[in-house]
């Protein structure tokens, strides 16, 4: 059975460890997300996009499935308008998204993300200026089809149809995926939710269906096992439900999802 994790950071010095706490749990396949935290430079988002697809093939030849998603941080846009002003941030961070998005369509990745806006409070004029880049890249993924992982602040059910409504105006119809999303399986206007790996998430998810997505938002190591979620978080809820009597092709159904939503099939 495929046992995917939508949602892991990794570098070149955490590959090991999860690895072997991620296969030994059972899991198979994951979507590996860029860390971009430090980017200010165009330069600097390419370097760490050609970073993660080099991870990404490290990952395979140890015989995972690989999702690929890269793209700027939303919190990089704070950062550098504070640094350089609103207009060159604009330029710079659109200019990465280009980047993103061409290393798709050659297929060196599968999606764009995690973009979006801050997840923490922040003046007017910035949530503005996110909208507009989220519209953005809406625009720029409508055309292929390239799915969005977006990180914002909490969204509930009403919060999903707005985004989806601004997907749709700037041209985008689907493949939109909130992640660490709360569990909202249903009136979320198909935004995809992937959801925290807890247990109590795992149990209210709607096993048979297609439509949502478990994940970590695994970003530790050895010496931080803990950081979102400990790697062998999406397997282990996996046994759970098995052990509790949830039918294994139910689960089966829903965890390969990933191939038809970022065409691996």
């Not at 994790?5 to 690895?19: A, K």
Request: aromatic share 10%.
């Amino acid at each position: 059975m495929e046992i995917y994790d939508n949602h892991v950071h990794l570098t070149s010095s955490s590959i090991d460890f999860f690895l072997n706490v991620f296969t030994k749990a059972g899991g198979t396949s994951l979507n590996l997300v860029n860390l971009t935290e430090d980017c200010f430079l165009l330069e600097d988002f390419e370097r760490k996009y050609d970073q993660t697809i080099s991870i990404s093939k490290i990952l395979e030849e140890k015989g995972l499935h690989v999702v690929v998603s890269i793209g700027p941080y939303p919190v990089n846009y704070v950062e550098m308008r504070e640094k350089i002003g609103k207009d060159k941030a604009l330029e710079i961070y659109r200019k990465a998204v280009d980047s993103a998005v061409r290393r798709v369509e050659e297929g060196m990745a599968n999606a764009i993300g995690e973009v979006g806006r801050p997840h923490f409070p922040t003046s007017p004029e910035i949530v503005e200026e996110s909208n507009g880049i989220m519209e953005y890249i809406f625009q720029s993924t409508s055309d292929n089809d390239i799915p969005v992982i977006l990180h914002t602040e909490s969204l509930d059910s009403t919060g999903m149809c707005d985004v989806m409504k601004m997907a749709r105006n700037s041209g985008k119809e689907s493949l939109v995926v909130k992640h660490f999303s709360s569990p909202i399986f249903s009136g979320n206007c198909n935004i995809i939710p992937s959801v925290p790996a807890g247990r109590k998430n795992a149990r209210s998810a709607p096993w048979g269906e297609k439509g949502f997505f478990l994940e970590t938002d695994f970003a530790g190591d050895e010496g931080n096992p803990n950081f979102v979620l400990p790697a062998d978080s999406v397997p282990k809820r996996v046994a759970m439900l098995i052990q509790e009597g949830v039918d294994r092709e139910r689960i089966e159904k829903s965890m390969n999802f990933f191939k038809e939503f970022y065409k691996l099939v």
